[in-house]
């Protein structure tokens, strides 16, 4: 709801307005961020970048169910806006990315 040059700023109105700013407000704080990007190789040899190719990683999976977070070979990194890693593939990799080796959890 904006507020107009024609509408004065009232109790009414500041006690319609204030809880929804505020919910609204910790609603995008509480948000989870997780990194924009995990395709970086810097710092991987040839054959590294070579199997990570092979194996297809993609950084978005086009897949719904096959996710790395959801894989066994994921390892979580320590904040959810940083990328992951993998047991199979060197490099980083994206929580929602995916492979062929993708390996559901149990």
């Known amino acids: 709801m904006a507020l107009s040059n024609e509408a004065p700023l009232t109790r009414r109105r500041l006690l ?3 809880p929804a700013t505020i919910v609204a407000l910790t609603a ?3 948000e ?4 924009a990007s995990c395709t970086s190789t810097m710092g991987l040899t040839q054959d590294e970048i070579k199997t990570r190719n092979s194996l297809g990683y993609h950084d978005r ?3 719904p169910k096959k996710h790395c977070i ?6 979580a990194p320590s ?6 890693g993998c ?3 060197k490099g980083p990799v ?7 080796v993708f390996a559901p959890k149990l």
């Open 94 to 100: 994206h929580p929602r990315g995916s492979c062929n």
């Open 79 to 84: 904040s959810i806006d940083q990328c992951g």
């Open 32 to 35: 989870k961020h997780e990194p």
């Open 16 to 18: 319609i307005v204030a």
């Open 28 to 30: 995008l704080a509480c």
């Open 61 to 63: 999976s086009v897949d």
């Open 87 to 89: 047991k199979v593939l």
């Open 70 to 75: 959801d894989c066994q070979q994921y390892v």
